[in-house]
């Protein structure tokens, strides 16, 4: 679960000082679905990026599951990252040399995995998310909507806790989106996870439980009974 | 995967690759070329004073030449020659010839001894070099003509083609000289020590060196060069100052440069010379060529009056292209190869810095992903040395080319031991002075031409994958401490 507290981000560029986020207090329970919308520039991914371990606040609490993550070290951090969050760009983010096997392997380097076993978990990976046949192909070779999924892949193989997506369908058309969004639902409730995602897509936004709005940093969250 | 992604990665960016790889391997080639071919001056230079010296020699003890006139037996006085003038019509052919101290006073044999034992000295053998001039051919008298045309024997003696002055009313006319000069020289050598002085420089390719029995025997080896043009072979006999020797063997000089034309057991060159208990040069060999220096002290300490010429010494008195080329070599050669080892390390560095600002994104994810910073600069580095390394080879390859291509072409260089070595110069003796020559203020000068050449050692190629290395080590360091300054935010910021 995630409890912010006054969260505050602010940048500085030469005298100017702007505020990404403004005092933000949200409560994420373990296992929601939580859908971030709002204008460009209003802070929607400097939240993201605080909710993935990625920045530090300047000022605030961000508590995961009792830690927070805003007096984490360096080292502790890059564990949070690489253990309990999963985060799905996009751009995809995918690394062109590598395969879309290795690709997904990139997750489980840091924790350590076998060879072997990582590349069992990361065929199964790309199974799930209907690239079983894919596996040796570079992202070169793939459509922007497989490419995602490999990213999704990528972000669940570890089996996270948390799942941040950055405007997980803005690269792609249509029917990609509704593909893509599609396997993150079933993913979503199928392995239990707390979801979080930043998306400009109105159709998206619609269907989210749980709805928070960014403007000039300061956040409005809107239950949706409907959805 | 550390290796997958670096294998994938240097062969996605061939292209960079092969340019910081190209700029590395460029310095290495360039040291890999001033290293060889320094190497080749030095053996050069070896080889220059191993014509003088022979094999195994360290240093020479000698007596420095006195001003002219306060020689010894005759020397610092030039040779004369009287020839008595023949009638007109005679064709008799008369000779002469002076056997000469060459270059240095003489050493008591003595002192060979009191070398030997001093402190540190291996081994010392005498030598005595000594020029030979012979003048033969015909002088006539000019005939004294008298007005009325008939002939009397005039006063003129071989003088100037036209005779001079006769008698009253005439003139002398006719008379002259004609006559050839051979000058050469002789080394008298130690038969019982043959493994140190000059002869050690030439091999013997036909015939037979000296034995020890034959420390006053009339026998001589000639220098191969000498033999061809006089037409000597084994077995044939060659004349000095009315003694006959015969010629036991031809000896090649490893240079092509022998240090004497004859050589002759030291006791026959004595009495050839007068010189009864003489040596030139002493030939010493140090125990221990670290104590060089300290052997040379103790010489000069203990034996007043002579002086020590190590082979350090020698070579500062070479000149010539070899000691340009050898002083080029060394400054401008050197330096060039440091400046463009710097210049390529730092275009290497800059242009791996340069594709990690390229790939923020991909490290940003990475990073993002859990990777720590220590593990992406490590690939950054792997990636680096890589290039380096096939730089190194590049390099290596490049620089051996550099170097078979010189030794190839072998440049000639020529080393000249002027007028510093003089008084000074171990060795036999110049060749220098020709015939009519100041004999008695002879100096040791005398001109080399060796050729180049740019051998590799093992050294060099470890110095050269060392830089390879090092190299690919500096550029990853600038990479790596550009990739693990990123933050996994501002990584994923920047490309939005």
């Known amino acids: 679960m995630y409890e912010l507290r006054g969260v505050t981000k602010r940048y500085t560029r030469g005298k100017d000082t702007v505020n990404a986020l403004d005092g933000i207090d949200l409560t994420i329970p373990d296992g929601d679905r939580l859908v971030i919308q709002g204008p460009t520039g209003g802070g929607k991914s400097t939240l993201l990026q605080m909710l993935g371990a990625l920045d530090r606040p300047t000022s605030g609490e961000i508590v995961l599951d009792g830690t927070d993550l805003a007096t984490l070290s360096e080292a502790r951090l890059t564990r949070v990252r690489s253990e309990t969050i999963g985060i799905v760009f996009q751009s995809f983010n995918l690394i062109p040399t590598l395969t879309a096997q290795e690709n997904v392997e990139t997750a489980l380097v840091p924790l350590g995995v076998k060879t072997k076993e990582r590349r069992e978990r990361a065929a199964e990976a790309l199974a799930s998310v209907g690239l079983g046949e894919r596996l040796g192909h570079l992202p070169g070779e793939m459509s922007g909507g497989q490419q995602q999924r490999v990213a999704i892949a990528r972000a669940l193989v570890k089996q996270p806790k948390v799942l941040l997506a950055d405007e997980p369908t803005g690269n792609l058309d249509e029917s990609m989106r509704d593909e893509i969004m599609e396997v993150l639902e079933r993913m979503w409730k199928e392995l239990g996870l707390t979801f979080v995602m930043v998306t400009h897509d109105s159709a998206i936004a619609k269907k989210a439980p749980r709805l928070a709005t960014i403007r000039k940093g300061r956040i409005t969250i809107r239950e949706n009974a409907s959805a | ?496």
């Open chain 2, 1 to 496: 995967m550390f290796f997958t992604y670096l294998r994938r990665e240097l062969r996605r960016r061939r292209k960079a690759a092969l340019v910081v790889a190209s700029g590395l391997a460029l310095g290495i080639a360039l040291v890999i070329v001033v290293n060889s071919v320094s190497s080749g001056m030095s053996k050069a230079q070896d080889k220059v004073l191993e014509s003088l010296y022979g094999l195994g020699t360290d240093m020479t003890v000698t007596k420095a030449a006195a001003a002219a006139g306060d020689g010894e037996g005759g020397q610092g006085e030039r040779p004369r020659f009287q020839f008595d003038a023949q009638d007109g019509d005679s064709d008799e052919e008369q000779s002469s010839d002076r056997v000469m101290v060459q270059g240095f006073q003489t050493l008591a044999s003595s002192t060979v001894g009191k070398v030997a034992d001093q402190s540190g000295v291996a081994d010392a053998v005498g030598g005595l070099s000594l020029q030979v001039m012979k003048v033969s051919g015909q002088f006539t008298r000019g005939q004294f003509q008298q007005g009325g045309g008939g002939q009397t024997q005039g006063q003129g003696q071989g003088g100037a083609p036209s005779g001079g002055t006769g008698g009253q009313g005439g003139e002398v006319q006719g008379g002259g000289a004609n006559f050839d000069v051979n000058s050469y020289s002789v080394y008298g050598t130690d038969v019982t020590k043959t493994g140190l002085g000059p002869l050690t420089s030439s091999k013997i390719t036909s015939g037979r060196t000296f034995k020890t029995s034959e420390t006053n025997a009339k026998v001589a080896v000639v220098d191969s060069a000498y033999a061809k043009e006089k037409e000597l072979k084994t077995g044939s006999t060659v004349t000095i100052s009315d003694t006959e020797f015969t010629v036991i063997g031809i000896a090649t000089a490893d240079s092509g440069d022998a240090a004497a034309n004859l050589y002759i057991p030291l006791a026959r060159a004595q009495t050839l010379g007068d010189v009864k208990n003489k040596v030139t040069t002493i030939y010493v060999q140090a125990a221990d060529s670290q104590k060089i220096d300290s052997v040379k002290s103790a010489i000069q300490k203990n034996i007043s009056g002579t002086t020590v010429t190590t082979s350090a010494d020698l070579a500062d008195t070479v000149s010539g292209s070899l000691s340009t080329a050898s002083s080029l070599a060394t400054s401008v050669g050197t330096w060039l190869s440091i400046l463009v080892l710097i210049a390529a390390f730092l275009v290497a560095g800059l242009l791996t810095s340069s594709a990690v600002s390229r790939r923020v994104r991909e490290f940003g994810t990475l990073k993002a992903l859990g990777w720590k910073s220590g593990r992406v600069t490590r690939q950054v580095v792997g990636e680096a040395v890589v290039n380096g390394l096939v730089g190194g080879v590049l390099g290596i390859a490049l620089g051996l080319a550099g170097a078979y291509a010189v030794t190839a072409v072998s440049p000639s260089l020529q080393a000249e031991l002027g007028a510093a070595a003089s008084g000074s110069g171990g060795g036999p003796g110049g060749m220098g002075g020709g015939p009519g020559g100041g004999m008695g203020r002879q100096t040791a000068s005398r001109t080399l031409e060796v050729a180049l050449t740019a051998p590799v050692s093992l050294t060099t190629i470890a110095l050269a994958v060392v830089l390879a290395v090092a190299g690919g080590l500096i550029a990853g360091g600038f990479g790596g401490w550009r990739a693990s300054r990123l933050r996994p935010a501002d990584a994923l910021r920047r490309v939005e």
